[in-house]
């Protein structure tokens, strides 16, 4: 039974992705409209020490023995993994493991403490979500816990930025009517021109049905209109752009099972293509375990035919 570590799992920006999830259920520093989690159970931005980081590598490093080589071991999860307060420890100890490069996702709200910059100058990649400069769209989108204040986090990544070696790719996640008017994209255009190594952007959006009637979900058209007017000379790709997922030798040591399929959707919906891929199962093997696993009453399909777990 694994508790820190979840898929492989196809990731439209990263490939695929072995998970690390340091935190309890929706433990996190921010509550957002687009959160396709839930709402948030423990609002914090107090640092702590969730698990203990030797557990979360006893497993990592077994789940590593057990699968092919992901093309990354990512820190996400259920919740903002920078609260948790072993997260340099863990970092270098997975760079000692040599299996892949490290990328952390992170909704930057704590880059304002240097210890936090400091840990995370040892992932390979990161990449933080910039969704506004203006405090009161911050305000709406993610409903940050009272103390944290949208210029200190920017100043924060700056500060990263100037001396961070890996890879920055920022995300927007794009709230139509709310952070998409051109006054917002001046102050992104603007904040993200003089971030220093920033690599590329990504343009995101609530691509699955969201939680929160009041998100609307951005078009291909839109997210266009919003590259353009950001005028970066940088890569700025879209959520619409990034669905393929690269096929995948089956270097598991035992089948598929549909555990296995309740893992990846606990954290991310998957078309049944998908699942073929990341399981390396045939077509009716996946297809024989989703009708067991509706049967059960535990997953179903969404109206675009992507997997979903049951609440
Ligand atoms: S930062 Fe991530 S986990 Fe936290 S509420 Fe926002 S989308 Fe959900």
């Not at 957002?32 to 948030?40: G, K």
């Not at 159970?41 to 702590?48: L, Q």
């Not at 952007?201 to 049905?209: D, G, M, S």
């Amino acid at each position: 039974m694994r508790t820190y570590i979840f898929g492989p799992v196809p990731s439209r920006r990263l490939g695929i992705s072995l998970g690390v999830d340091l935190t309890p259920t929706k433990t996190c520093s921010y509550d957002c409209l687009y959160c396709q989690l839930s709402r948030t159970r423990f609002h914090t931005s107090e640092r702590s020490q969730f698990c203990d980081p030797e557990e979360v590598l006893r497993e990592l490093r077994s789940v590593l023995s057990e699968i092919a080589r992901p093309d990354w071991i990512t820190i996400s999860g259920t919740g903002e993994p920078t609260l948790h307060s072993g997260l340099g420890l863990i970092l270098a100890e997975i760079k000692k493991l040599e299996s892949a490069p490290s990328c952390v996702i992170t909704n930057t709200s704590l880059m304002h403490l240097p210890e936090v910059r400091q840990e995370l100058m040892l992932a390979d990649r990161l990449l933080p979500t910039v969704s506004t400069v203006n405090q009161r769209s911050f305000q709406r989108i993610h409903r940050p816990t009272s103390n944290l204040r949208l210029e200190r986090i920017l100043e924060g990544l700056q500060l990263f930025a100037r001396d961070y070696t890996g890879s920055i790719e920022v995300e927007i996640f794009v709230c139509p009517g709310i952070n998409d008017s051109a006054e917002e994209i001046a102050g992104l255009r603007d904040y993200l021109r003089n971030l220093a190594n920033l690599e590329s952007v990504y343009l995101n959006t609530a691509v699955r049905v969201p939680l929160e009637g009041e998100i609307k979900t951005a078009d291909q058209g839109l997210l266009n209109n919003f590259r353009t007017a950001l005028n970066l000379a940088i890569p700025v790709t879209t959520a619409f752009e990034h669905n393929f997922i690269p096929p995948r030798s089956s270097d598991w040591n035992r089948p598929a099972a549909s555990s296995d399929i309740i893992k990846l959707l606990l954290r991310h919906p998957c078309s049944e293509k998908q699942l073929e891929q990341v399981l390396s199962s045939a077509p009716d093997t996946i297809l024989a375990m989703l009708c067991e696993l509706v049967t059960e009453g535990k997953v179903k399909q969404t109206s675009n035919g992507d997997w979903t777990l049951i609440d």
